[in-house]
Structures are given as C-alpha cells and as structure tokens.
C-alpha cells in the first residue's frame, strides 16, 4: 500500500514538470503564452540594444581624450615635482631574494657568485646589441649636436668605445677586480633636458673632476660646451671617497642631450653609461652615489629623483 501511494506521488510530479513545460490546453511554454515570450523577448532586445549602444558612446566618448601616439595625459610641466625631474635607474640590481636591495656585493675570483652579476648586465645590454647592428632603417638615424632626429624617428645607439673591461668578453671587469655599473635615465615622456652652455652655469656643489672634464671637453668642441647631461659617481662619505678609487665612464661622461625628449618612439631606448670602478678597496662597503647634471634636474635623495645610491662591497 506504501508502495502503490508513493510512486503515483511520483507520477503526479512527473505530470506537473510537463504540464509546466508545456500545457495544452492554456497552450503555454514554461509557464508563458506564445505571445508572453515574444513580448519579454522584444524588451529584453531593446534593453541589451540600449545597453550596447549605451557603452559604445561612452568608449568613443573615452578615447577622444586619448593622444593618437599613445602619450599619457599628464607630462613634465603639467604636475608637481615629480613629474618633472628624471629619475636614473642602475643595473646589475641584486638578486630576487633582495629585491629592495641596492647591494652589489659578490666574491673576487668566485664564478658562481659572479656569473648573476654578469647575466644581469648581459641581459640588459642585449637590446642594446639589436640596435647597434642596424645601419639603416625608416625609424633610426644617426644623430648629433647639429643633427637632432626628425619626427617619429630615434638616434642611433653608441655602444662602442668601453673600457676594456666594461664589456661581456671581459665579464663587465668582475672577474678582474673591476667591476662596471650602467647607468641610465629612466624614460619621461616629452621632458627634454636645458644644458649648461657656459662654465659660469655649473653648479658649485658639482664635483671639481666633471668640472675639469667639462672644461677639457671644451677644447674638442670648438670652445663651447657640449650638450650633455652630465654623470658623476663619487662616495658618499670621506671614507667611501677614500676607497672607491678611480672611476671611468664610457662611451661618454653622461647623456647626450639629443637623445631627448623621449616621445614613446617604437624602437627607442634611453642612452646607457657604464661606470668602470678600477681597483675599488676589497671587504669594504662602499655606499656610491650618481648624479644627472642639467639646469633643469633637481637632485632629491628622499624621492630618488636625478641621482641613483648603491653600494658596492668586494670580498
């Protein structure tokens, strides 16, 4: 008897489901008529068509306020400080596990602990490589004082003319007790740099050796300053200006100032220094500081802005 009550309850819910589904005699589907569907169907069209067309104006409302060269709204001149000093960046940078790090700090003669310095700086310099190779292009141009780049056009990039070993054959000098450091400033779009034109520009608190090499490079350039953004790294304290030792820079001592402004260029990269410590003192920290020198970069130590602090430390 239990039997028989329980399975015509399953019957009766099965009869439910399909008159839900589809009652013949009401002549309805899933509890609508024919002409129900065609009216929720017709507003639910209208209301996504509303939708769509609602969005598509607000995106062609957005992207007119986009720059057709993909420049951002807002560059140096148009916001607070940051916006218009250049910050400079440095490679080799440590290790992922120290990734807040500015240390540098391997072991003399120890290839292991070597070869993440050199890896580093290889994989840096490998763009670098790809455009030195191209003597001709619709995009890149041989540049110079007198000979700045056209519109939608880059300078061609110098990588030549390193100390001996600031380069990968020679392990960028690690191996050789001579570490490098390459520098850079990091990409502003439209910031352009003002150059000292005369001696009487210099800024007193600019180290006397990049005063002396300006003065020297006059004589090469028909008396007249060259247009650069100069490069000095110098030890922070007494006792890291004691122990850094000599220092040279290569292709140039900075930034030449046609490499600028940058203005989202396909194929552009930012000019490099490489900085060659010859013989720095061994187990000593050493804390260094860069500096970018033109008359418009302000140098801050808190916001990291015209100026790049490391330390080297050589065991």
């Not at 619709?138 to 110098?158: A, M």
């Not at 380069?167 to 439209?190: D, F, H, T, V």
């Not at 000593?284 to 990291?304: F, G, S, T």
Request: aromatic share 12%; proline share 7%.
């Amino acid at each position: 008897m239990a039997d028989h009550a329980y399975m015509k309850r399953a019957g009766d819910r099965d009869d439910s489901f399909k008159t839900f589904v589809w009652n013949p005699q009401t002549k309805q589907f899933l509890g609508r008529t024919g002409s129900s569907w065609f009216k929720i169907g017709v507003f639910y069209i209208i209301f996504y068509a509303c939708l769509a067309g609602f969005f598509a104006i607000m995106m062609a409302v957005f992207y007119q306020t986009l720059d057709t060269n993909h420049l951002p709204k807002y560059t140096p001149g148009d916001g607070g400080s940051l916006l218009k000093n250049p910050a400079m960046g440095f490679r080799p940078l440590p290790r992922a596990e120290n990734v807040e790090s500015t240390l540098i700090w391997y072991k003399n003669g120890d290839n292991d602990d070597i070869k993440h310095w050199v890896d580093q700086l290889n994989s840096f310099i490998e763009p670098y490589e790809g455009t030195s190779k191209i003597t001709s292009g619709q995009h890149v141009t041989s540049c110079s004082e007198d000979k700045l780049p056209e519109q939608r056009k880059v300078c061609r990039l110098r990588t030549s003319g390193s100390p001996d070993k600031c380069q990968k054959a020679e392990s960028w000098g690690y191996n050789r007790e001579s570490p490098c450091i390459l520098l850079k400033l990091n990409k502003m779009i439209k910031w352009g740099a003002e150059v000292y034109e005369t001696l009487e520009e210099l800024p007193e608190n600019m180290p006397q050796s990049l005063k002396d090499h300006i003065k020297s490079s006059m004589e090469l350039n028909g008396g007249k300053i060259p247009k650069m953004i100069w490069v000095s790294c110098e030890g922070e304290n007494p006792a890291d200006q004691e122990y850094i030792g000599p220092i040279r820079y290569s292709p140039w001592n900075g930034f030449p100032a046609y490499y600028f402004p940058y203005m989202h260029t396909p194929g552009y990269l930012p000019p490099i220094v490489a900085v060659q410590f010859d013989q720095p003192m061994s187990n000593v920290l050493i804390n260094i500081e860069c500096r970018a020198w033109a008359k418009n970069i302000v140098h801050d130590r808190q916001n990291r802005l015209g100026l790049v602090h490391f330390e080297l430390l050589k065991d």
